[in-house]
């Protein structure tokens, strides 16, 4: 059985850490938390690994491998050549708790902070209605299987800067999702702009690692953006809604007749791209 040599990141918070070595045997069909496993049951047992379904749906194995946040149950060995060393690090966005465990708490604060779903409060429940389009639209965001990896390649967040108001592509997805939901009647973007939107520069790397292939820049965050800067920033916004005395109303629950009309051929604030050009 050949042996792939792992370098794996051991340590706390209150040691120095260091990269340990381990040669694990490889069988046909491995993935690295394969490995890891073995490492555990051979070589180390108390090598700390967060992980829960093996089958890339509970979003708790997140680590870096090879430099590349990955779910390690998804990675497999055999995606890497028979003499590559395998470097497996602990999200560095988080905090570390031990070995490949951070402490990923801060983004359940942040999710506090986004105005739940908002349905209208007169009428029947079993009278709403909404088209096919409308579901599709969304249910791409649904996907979201909070693993948080697009939060730890994201420059704002990896350079330590948390402490600002930008909640992340995740909760950026959220927010889209619930945006863009035809029933749904909050407006959420001032919080949007308070939530440091405006930081992210739609460099799409966090759309690269989405194990769910979630389109984050084009289809959630750039409409996003443009919500806000018709809010904000967009002049003939600003005035037409002076003059019909209301908001801009861009949301999945649309506010009729507060918007700018669409000029034909135009761009609309609140469609996403259907494919992956847009930034
Ligand atoms: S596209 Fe925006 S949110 Fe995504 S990683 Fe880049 S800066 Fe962060
Ligand atoms: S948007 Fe994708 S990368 Fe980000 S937390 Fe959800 S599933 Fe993970
Ligand atoms: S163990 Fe659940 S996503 Fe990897």
């Known amino acids: ?6 370098n794996v ?7 120095e850490g260091g990269y340990v070595g381990y040669d694990v045997p490889v069988e046909e069909g491995m993935v690295v938390l394969d490995a890891l496993h ?8 108390d090598l700390a690994v967060r992980w829960n379904c093996k089958a890339a749906k509970c ?33 560095r966005t988080f905090p570390l708790v031990r070995d490949l465990v951070t402490d990923v708490s801060w983004n359940y604060e942040v999710n506090k902070r986004i105005t739940p779903f908002t ?5 029947d429940q079993a009278d709403w209605r909404w088209q096919q389009e409308d579901i599709e639209r969304v249910q791409e965001f649904r996907k979201c299987i909070e693993c948080f990896l697009c939060q730890d390649v994201c420059h704002v967040l990896r ?17 889209a999702g619930l945006e863009m939901h035809p029933i749904d009647q ?51 916004q600003i005035a037409w809604r002076k003059i019909r005395g209301g908001r801009s109303g861009t949301g999945g629950g ?9 000029l034909p051929g135009g761009s609309s604030t609140g469609s996403p791209p259907s494919d992956g050009a847009g930034s």
Not at 59 to 88: H, Q, W, Y
Not at 159 to 175: A, K
């Open 159 to 175: 350079n330590h800067e948390t402490d600002r108001p930008f909640v992340g592509p995740r909760f950026l997805v959220r927010t």
């Open 38 to 45: 073995w490492i555990q049951a051979n070589e180390a047992p």
């Open 59 to 91: 979003g708790s194995c997140g680590c870096e491998i090879n430099g590349k946040p990955s779910l390690a149950c998804k990675t497999r060995m055999s995606d890497f050549g028979p003499d590559e060393a395998i470097t497996v690090e602990p999200l």
């Open 119 to 123: 349905p209208p409060t007169d009428g």
């Open 254 to 262: 649309s506010r009729a007749g507060e918007s700018l009309p669409v």
């Open 9 to 15: 990141f051991r340590g706390t918070p209150q040691t």
């Open 186 to 236: 909050a407006d959420r973007t001032a919080d949007l702009k308070d939530g440091g939107v405006g930081y992210c520069n739609i460099t799409k790397c966090c759309t690269e690692v989405c194990p769910e292939h979630i389109r984050i820049t084009d289809n959630a965050i750039i409409p996003l953006k443009e919500r806000v800067a018709d809010r904000y920033y967009d002049p003939i």
């Open 1 to 6: 059985m050949p042996l792939v040599h792992l």
